[in-house]
């Protein structure tokens, strides 16, 4: 018999080929950030960590050309495979993991997605968060995760409207999001900063939903979702004639500048998210924020 993956609704991979991948990506995202060259592991990578990590590795390899001085290897641990049973393509999956960076109580959680069976698995979502924070996924019989749909009913809100919804909030404020460091807190310091003695700030948000940045989601078992999705942030930086912001003291941002700097500087950031969306039935209805990974991933001088 054969299985018509593009109709069927089967696991995305084996927990073997899962685990080789986590493998792969680790050997390669080591090897690129010890050499400061983003073409190591740029077929190990998409979406939104590929803008992320090659600005980090764009603006190493100009600010250090030998290579990293300060790298240290990523090793990672006690890595959680949860594969979710869908049909058609992209394909993908969620590890969690334990690692030798940041604090020790934190999880590393990465999605790994690819477009064809003939295709590389790459990493196209890393969040990090406290272990605590890492939901359960609900689980069938055979222990195969559950996607939900972009346009899912059966939550408060559908994961394919998130990008732009929060583009919208950190302009606009609304209710859909908890309040937290990555929405009422940001909003807060945003027009804290926006002007101040010879400086003005100004930011521009925009939702990132192509391809390999389209949001992605596991149900929990409490009805919910734990979704996962991809934003672009400007930041314009005006100052009075004479004086440089505080920005320009950032070697990674000058390597990273295109252009002249003569009175504004706007900053480009790419950022993936994960987010509990609650069940359509549930009391609270906001959409909470786990995590939030953001990376410098271009400047322009004028």
């Known amino acids: ?15 073997a080929e899962a685990a080789r991948a986590l493998k792969d990506f680790t050997t390669a995202y080591n090897k690129a950030d010890k050499e400061f060259d983003q073409s190591v592991d740029a077929p190990r990578v998409t979406g939104a960590l590929s803008d992320i990590d090659g600005g980090k590795l764009r603006a190493g390899a100009k600010n250090s050309p030998n290579g990293n001085p300060d790298h ?20 993908w999956f969620v590890v969690d993991a334990a690692a030798n960076k940041g604090r020790s109580t934190d999880r590393w959680l990465f999605v790994f997605t690819r477009d064809a069976l003939d295709d ?19 689980k069938d019989k055979d222990g195969w995760a559950q996607v939900v749909a972009p346009d899912d009913a059966s939550l408060a809100f559908a994961p394919e409207r998130l990008p732009q919804a929060y583009a919208t909030y950190l302009e606009e404020d609304s209710a859909v999001f908890a309040d937290g460091e990555f929405t009422s807190r940001l909003r807060v310091a945003r027009q804290k900063d926006a002007k101040k003695p010879g400086l003005v700030q100004q930011y521009i948000d925009e939702p990132l939903t192509e391809k390999d940045y389209a949001p992605v989601g596991l149900r ?18 005006t100052v009075a004639a004479g004086t440089n912001p505080a920005a320009l003291s950032d070697k990674n941002v000058v390597a990273l500048m295109t252009g002249e700097f003569k009175n504004s500087l706007t900053l480009e950031y790419v950022a993936n998210q ?29």
């Open 120 to 138: 590389l698995w790459e990493v196209s979502f890393l969040t990090i968060m406290p272990a605590k924070d890492v939901p359960t996924f609900e």
């Open 1 to 15: 018999m054969v299985v018509h993956g593009e109709r069927e609704i089967v696991p995305t991979t084996t927990r």
């Open 274 to 302: 994960a987010v509990v969306v609650p069940a359509r039935t549930a009391a609270d209805q906001q959409v909470k924020f786990l995590s939030q990974v953001e990376g410098l991933t271009g400047a322009k001088g004028e």
């Open 220 to 237: 929990t078992t409490d009805g919910g979702a734990l979704v996962f999705f991809s934003t672009r942030h400007y930041q314009k930086q």
């Open 72 to 91: 240290v290897a990523l090793k990672l641990t006690d890595p959680k495979i949860t594969i979710p049973e869908k049909a058609a393509w992209p394909r």
